[in-house]
């Protein structure tokens, strides 16, 4: 008999300014990835090639950084992937706190909650 698995839905706690996530610009805070360019053009990559690339895909598609109209992946801000044993690990670089970044990390959440409806999902900051 399968047990079934509790979804816990895991919120940010509000962080004030200056959180060391954010940076101070002309136009208000700034996620530091997005100041600083920290990306990563070669993500760690673990598990089956063929369902990597369709979440790869997938994420590129729906989480997208409202300020350039660009997909997490095409900007390089996916630091790793992983997926196997029933988990799913996303690490991307930028911040949870700044400006959309909770968004983004919450659209991450759901695409690979419908690519992978029976995995544990994780999705981590590496900022």
């Known amino acids: 008999m399968q047990q079934a698995h509790a979804v816990v839905w895991m919120h940010s706690a509000p962080v004030p300014a200056g959180c ?6 002309d ?8 100041v600083h360019g920290q990306s990563c053009a070669h993500p760690n990559l673990a598990g089956r090639m063929d369902m990597l690339h369709r979440v790869l895909d997938a994420l590129d598609r729906d989480v997208v950084d ?3 109209g660009r997909g997490i992946v095409a900007l390089q801000w996916v630091k790793s992937l992983r997926i196997d ?3 799913a690990e996303l690490t991307v670089t930028f911040a949870p706190q700044c400006g959309t970044g909770q968004e ?4 991450a959440f759901d695409t690979l909650r419908r690519l992978l409806p029976d995995t544990d999902i994780y999705v981590r900051h590496d900022c």
Not at 20 to 25: E, F, I, N
Not at 27 to 34: I, L, Q, T, V
């Open 20 to 25: 060391g996530g954010c940076l101070s610009t």
């Open 104 to 107: 983004m990390a919450g659209e």
């Open 27 to 34: 136009a208000g805070p700034k996620c530091r990835a997005h």
């Open 85 to 87: 044993h029933g988990e």
């Open 66 to 68: 409202p300020d350039s």
